[in-house]
């Protein structure tokens, strides 16, 4: 059951490192997606949905980005799964001010905190179940974090071309990962709103290939080709299954 848990919340935690700062745009306030997971030969194993929220207290300029998680149906039965992460973005920069990350989980619980310390270059990792993996962090050359979801999210203002590719550094836990988002071929694809033209963002590990990304997994992201630039299809795919993310549900929010 922790390799189902961990294709739920590979795709949705973690940070990334962008190319040039610059206002956060993917999410709006008040922007909900929600997605339904199909994993192995389950159609509907759980569900996840994104939102964001404007937060301008203190005179700071935020956006917080939470992301639900939650096994469903048959497989809630014999896996009751629930996990809550919370990220904390600056909007005009871009900049990752924190991650929270809890859950329940029959073996083990999830209790971690990721914030990041822009003077110094690094980021406390606190992880209250397993103390023995907390501590400082430096963070990696050539720009500023960003959680992975939304620097996802945030290909719909690419406008990557078909060949073209984005360089950026996935943080996931306490490691850092180099990754080239690719924009790989269009796709149409059926979900639970309708059908769309898309397209499919592949990111790469090219060099020296750990985690996931060493075993042969891949993650992919299908970006609907309209107005609105929806990422209507998530997938995470490895060697013993696949848990794949359609959009079933979405409120626009406001757009600035």
């Known amino acids: 059951m922790v390799r189902v848990k961990k294709l739920f919340l590979l795709p949705l935690v973690g940070a990334v490192s962008l190319v040039s700062a610059a206002p956060f745009t993917a999410l709006h306030d008040g922007e909900t997606f929600t997605y339904k997971v199909g994993f192995a030969i389950f159609t509907h194993a759980g569900d996840i949905t994104i939102s964001a929220h404007d937060d301008k207290s203190n005179g700071r300029d935020l956006v917080r980005i939470t992301t639900d998680t939650r096994s469903n149906g048959f497989v809630r039965g014999f896996y009751e799964f629930d996990n809550k992460a919370e990220v904390v973005l600056d909007r005009p920069t871009s900049r990752l001010q924190s991650?929270?990350?809890?859950?329940?989980?029959?073996?083990?619980?999830?209790?971690?905190?990721?914030?990041?310390?822009?003077?110094?270059?690094?980021?406390?990792?606190?992880?209250?179940?397993?103390?023995?993996?907390?501590g400082e962090l430096a963070l990696p050359e050539g720009g500023d974090p960003i959680d992975l979801i939304s620097a996802l999210v945030q290909t719909r203002d690419w406008n990557l071309q078909l060949g073209q590719k984005r360089d950026v550094v996935v943080q996931f836990g306490r490691d850092f990962y180099p990754l080239s988002i690719y924009a790989d071929h269009y796709e149409t694809v059926r979900t639970p709103l309708g059908k769309y033209k898309?397209?499919?963002?592949?990111?790469?590990?090219?060099?020296?290939?750990?985690g996931l990304f060493k075993k042969g997994g891949?993650?992919?992201?299908?970006?609907?080709?309209?107005?609105?630039?929806?990422?209507?299809?998530?997938?995470?795919?490895?060697?013993?299954g696949a848990a794949t993310l359609l959009l079933s549900d979405y409120v626009p929010g406001t757009k600035k």
Do not use: C, H
Request: charged fraction near 30%; hydrophobic fraction near 35%; proline fraction near 7%.
């Open 99 to 134: 991650v929270k990350e809890s859950g329940s989980d029959p073996k083990p619980a999830t209790d971690t905190e990721f914030v990041v310390d822009y003077a110094k270059r690094t980021a406390s990792y606190t992880d209250r179940v397993r103390t023995g993996r907390s």
């Open 198 to 210: 898309t397209l499919v963002l592949v990111p790469r590990m090219e060099k020296n290939p750990i």
């Open 218 to 240: 891949e993650i992919k992201v299908w970006i609907s080709q309209d107005a609105s630039n929806l990422p209507v299809k998530i997938q995470l795919k490895l060697k013993f």
